[in-house]
């Protein structure tokens, strides 16, 4: 029994590598606040690096995390920032050079506001750390620039079920892709 279980595993490995293509890609993120976190914060920057497997010429799914700071807003001394640790999947439209896909982002949202005032030489600063599930769909595509090199922009919606209302963003990403 141990045997077979060892060849199936054995077996499993072979498949997987020998159709493989591993991807690892960065991207720069503009990130413009909506909702509520819009009345509170200005334009956030950040990145993200993510790493993917392709299942198949249409589907690849893998891991991402990244950073996102928002600055404040009229000088409300409000500022906010985004780490999404996300399982990712990835769903191309085409095998060309020029692929459009479809993509969901799930996964947690460590999220960190802090507000900071000057009163009579005092400098008081207060920040609160939550973190909470969202989701985060896009639309966008990769570019083949070279046999292991593509040109990777999208635009994503994230979402984070926070208790009140939803903290949302649209994020526009542009980067590159290294494909292995």
Do not use: W
């Amino acid at each position: 029994m141990r045997k077979l279980v060892l060849l199936a595993i054995f077996a499993v490995g072979v498949f997987f590598t020998s159709n493989a293509q591993f991807k690892i890609g960065a991207n720069l993120n503009v990130g413009i606040p909506t909702g509520d976190l819009n009345d509170a914060v200005g334009i956030g920057v950040g990145g993200t690096v993510t790493g993917l497997y392709e299942f198949s010429n249409s589907f690849a799914a893998g891991v991402q995390i990244g950073y996102i700071s928002f600055a404040e807003k009229d000088n409300s001394g409000i500022t906010f920032s985004v780490i999404p640790i996300t399982a990712v999947g990835k769903y191309y439209f085409s095998e060309s050079n020029f692929k459009p896909y479809i993509s969901a982002d799930l996964g947690l949202y460590s999220m960190k506001a802090k507000a900071s005032m000057l009163m009579s030489a005092y400098d008081i600063s207060v920040s609160a750390t939550k973190t909470n599930f969202g989701v985060a769909p896009a639309l966008g595509f990769e570019y083949l620039l070279s046999e292991k090199l593509l040109l990777d922009a999208n635009a994503k919606y994230t979402n984070i079920f926070t208790e009140d209302s939803p903290t949302s963003y649209l994020g526009i990403n542009v980067g590159f892709v290294y494909k292995f």
